[in-house]
């Protein structure tokens, strides 16, 4: 429940400096993203599946309210 995401490392606006990098030949990729609006109790989610020549296979988001 969204309402127990309270922990203060959770709601940081700090953010990392991540590189991203292609995955090895005959594997794909799958990254996935989460945000949280916890006082307005909304949540977003993303998809991005890559292969091994960066090529986007498929992606999908979804926002809950």
Not at 22 to 40: E, H, R, T, Y
Request: charged residues 15%; contains cysteine.
């Amino acid at each position: 429940e969204l309402a127990s995401l309270t922990s203060g490392a959770l709601l940081s606006n700090q953010s990392a400096s991540v590189k991203w990098s292609l995955p090895p030949s005959n594997v794909v990729k799958v990254n996935v993203d989460v945000g949280f609006v916890l006082a307005q109790r909304k949540a977003c989610s993303g998809v991005i599946i890559h292969d091994a020549d960066g090529q986007i296979l498929g992606a999908c988001s979804r926002l809950t309210m």
